[in-house]
């Protein structure tokens, strides 16, 4: 493999409600969809031959227009999924606060080993985006292709940990605003990280990178 570019996807209806979202499957809004086709005019420039999604609607709608240019198939995997909230998924905090009070409480230690409610750990969460890039690279691994995943940003601060630390211990050291690209030159045999969280797009378009 050559670079690794991970995009997060745009900005989506549950950010905007500054929701949960995980593993549900919300749509771009409407600044997102604006993102997206900055996003696609800045990578027109880049080479790219494969390109990897969630198999979350965000992620498509996000990188769909661009594959469309590319004349390149979305490969689409669970594993890139952003964490499972569970109950939490698709509210907000003041929704859970009011819902579930006793599991707010406990959720608010944000130890690696707590479990959302019918959901699953941040460790559990590293464990699947590990083992899902792991296997990309595996199936790249001898050739000099440009891969492309565009996932989420806590699969995105995992992919990262993983490839710096082979854990998930530096997992929050990562901020990273929607729609943004970075780039890790992996070209070496170990990863060189050239761009982090680059914005694209008009500053009118940032907004606050709320989980996702």
Not at 55 to 72: C, F, H, M, N, S
Not at 95 to 113: C, F, N
Not at 115 to 144: C, H, T, W
């Amino acid at each position: 493999m050559n670079k690794l570019i991970l995009v997060r996807h745009g900005l989506t209806v549950d950010n905007e409600h500054k929701s949960f979202s995980g593993f549900s499957d919300c749509d771009l809004s409407q600044i997102g969809r604006a993102q997206a086709k900055g996003l696609c005019e800045y990578l027109k420039s880049c080479d790219v031959d494969k390109i990897y999604t969630s198999t979350l609607k965000r992620t498509v709608q996000t990188i769909e227009a661009y594959a469309d240019y590319k004349g390149l198939e979305i490969d689409e995997r669970d594993g890139f999924r952003e964490i499972n909230f569970g109950l939490f998924d698709g509210l907000n905090y003041q929704e859970i606060k009011e819902k579930y009070p006793k599991e707010t409480e406990e959720m608010m230690v944000l130890s690696k080993d707590y479990k959302f409610p019918q959901g699953e750990s941040l460790d559990e969460m590293y464990q699947r985006n590990a083992k899902e890039l792991d296997m990309v690279i595996e199936e790249n691994k001898g050739n000099d292709k440009n891969i492309l995943i565009c996932s989420h940003m806590g699969t995105i601060r995992n992919i990262l940990s993983h490839l710096l630390t082979k854990n998930g211990d530096i997992h929050w050291n990562f901020r990273l605003q929607n729609a943004s690209v970075t780039v890790i030159d992996m070209s070496s045999g170990f990863p060189i990280i050239e761009l982090m969280g680059f914005i694209p797009y008009s500053q009118d378009l940032v907004r606050e990178p709320y989980r996702s």
